[in-house]
């Protein structure tokens, strides 16, 4: 994502609908976000009178999170998502924020997210695996909350516990981002099919696969070679 020229990080704000997404996930979240950018701005939107979001009180002190009161006034009237969204316009005319970090799985906010991003603005996505394939491929990334877990000792992610690892699946989004990286050579730069990979699909995550990293769930492929010559990391395809 573009930066600043006065900044090595860039500078996160992060949104939370905590009527969306359970509380238990809330550390591993702003785990995640970290190695994004700095989140210089957290806030947390819900009626914190309503018992269904209580959870969400103890990580609000925890993480040194800010939150945010939106009562709702009528039956059927989101308030939460209400309030975000105008907190969100906010910021946006602010000019201060390199890119936003919406967390949730509401696909009300899919209107939001595509008009931060008319404005430049990079909008990454966090919600659980049940969220609507077309609010996840709005965002320029998405981010399934049950693959932010802790590393095993190797650096690997273990597969989520509830899934099928799809490894022909996998095979195959990496297959086709390397047909669409424009070269002629043989092999191809692994940061270049991370590039394909993630504009095709904002959804991809590796650890939806049961690996930390790109190079680890290419070595997994019978069907692909791997190579690390001189700290160029690339691949073809087997013969």
């Not at 947390?44 to 209580?54: R, T």
């Not at 993480?63 to 939460?80: D, F, M, R």
Request: proline share 5%; aromatic share 6%.
């Amino acid at each position: 994502m573009p930066l600043r020229e006065d900044r090595d990080r860039p500078l996160l704000a992060v949104l939370i609908d905590a009527d969306n997404v359970p509380a238990k996930h809330a550390a591993n979240i702003m785990r995640e976000v970290a190695t994004i950018g700095e989140p210089a701005l957290r806030r947390v939107y819900g009626d914190w009178s309503n018992p269904h979001i209580k959870g969400w009180k103890e990580p609000i002190h925890e993480l040194g999170l800010v939150a945010h009161q939106e009562t709702s006034n009528s039956t059927g009237k989101n308030a939460t998502d209400i309030g975000l969204v105008i907190h969100a316009m906010d910021i946006l005319h602010s000019g201060k924020f390199d890119a936003f970090v919406i967390v949730s799985s509401d696909s009300d906010f899919t209107a939001l997210v595509n008009r931060l991003r008319e404005d430049g603005l990079t909008v990454i996505g966090i919600g659980e695996e049940k969220t609507n394939p077309a609010l996840r491929n709005v965002y320029n990334r998405f981010i399934f909350v049950e693959n932010l877990k802790d590393q095993n000792e190797s650096g690997e992610a273990s597969a989520p516990s509830n899934a099928k690892v799809d490894m022909n699946r996998a095979y195959q989004l990496v297959r086709n981002a390397i047909d669409r990286c424009d070269t002629e050579e043989e092999w191809v730069s692994l940061a270049a099919i991370g590039l394909a990979l993630r504009a095709a699909h904002p959804d991809f995550d590796t650890r939806t696969y049961g690996h930390a990293k790109l190079s680890g769930l290419v070595k997994a492929m019978p069907r692909l070679e791997f190579t690390n010559r001189d700290h160029d990391p690339r691949v073809r395809v087997r013969d």
